[in-house]
């Protein structure tokens, strides 16, 4: 298993619409381990495979809090189904914002249908922070950033924030 790099915004490979996949081989398993690998090296509860550079309908979470116990969940192809007509907020930050925060609006129960770590079709109906996770997960696939969810004042504040951050990285 390998720890890849994250990309980090603005790099435009964000906004890529990322691919369904065909099969879920052992390459894509392997990409999977990798995704996992890289999420809990960060940490986070979640990844995308486009946060590493791959445009493919893959995710990967692990809401385990306990140490020691992983309870991962692997994604492919995700179709949410059914959403409920209410909404909850969560404070979301996300790998490809590093240090940004902000409360995000999403429905606060989801249905989810998708292949599973071996190609099996599976159905989860999703509450709670996972709920909000696989939406915040979902929209990657699609290019989205949870700041895309805020008031361009609120999002163009995080993004500056960010370049100003990243700059005083560079600069040491
Ligand atoms: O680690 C993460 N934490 C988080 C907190 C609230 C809502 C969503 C998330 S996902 C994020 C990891 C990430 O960027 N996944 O794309
Ligand atoms: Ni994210």
Redesign the pocket.
């Given at each position: 298993m390998a720890i890849l790099p994250i990309i980090t915004a603005p790099d435009p490979r964000l906004k890529t619409i990322s691919r369904p996949v065909e099969r879920v081989d052992d390459d894509l398993r392997r990409l999977m381990d990798d995704m996992l690998e890289t999420?809990y090296a960060?940490?986070?509860?979640?990844?995308?495979a486009i946060?590493v550079g791959v445009p493919k309908r893959v995710?990967v979470i692990d809401l385990s809090e306990e140490e020691g116990v992983r309870k991962p969940l692997y994604f492919v192809n995700p179709e949410i189904v059914d959403a409920a007509e209410e909404y909850s907020v969560?404070?979301?930050?996300?790998?490809?914002?590093p240090d940004q925060y902000a409360e995000?609006e999403r429905p606060s129960e989801v249905t989810v249908r998708f292949l599973d770590y071996h190609g099996e079709p599976q159905e989860i109906h999703a509450t709670g922070?996972l709920a909000?996770?696989i939406q915040?997960?979902m929209d990657?696939l699609d290019g989205v950033l949870?700041v895309d969810h805020l008031s361009s004042l609120k999002r163009n504040m995080i993004l500056r924030k960010l370049k100003k951050m990243q700059r005083l990285a560079e600069t040491g």
């Open positions: 999420m960060a940490p986070g509860i979640g990844l995308a946060q995710l969560y404070n979301e930050g996300c790998l490809s914002l995000v922070l909000t996770c915040h997960e990657h949870f």
